[in-house]
């Protein structure tokens, strides 16, 4: 990763949890992402199934959702 990528996790990540607790995102809930291999969309996946929701990526590349472990 360069430095630019790593100066956006922060951001990504924050971005993200703020908008599951907002929604008060839980075990067995649904959560529906758009643009998936995005920084935001990839850090919400993966916290989103870190809380127990069940999530729906979508994306145009599905292979690199398996490579990196997401589905």
Do not use: C, F
Not at 24 to 53: E, F, H, Q, R
């Amino acid at each position: 990763m360069t430095i630019n990528e790593l100066a956006v996790l922060p951001l990504a990540y924050g971005v993200s949890w703020k908008a599951l607790r907002v929604a008060n995102v839980g075990p067995g809930d649904w959560v529906l992402v758009l643009g998936d291999l995005g920084g935001v969309g990839t850090a919400l996946t993966i916290l989103a199934k870190a809380l127990g929701a069940r999530v729906i990526a979508v994306t145009t590349r599905p292979s690199l959702l398996r490579t990196w472990g997401l589905t």
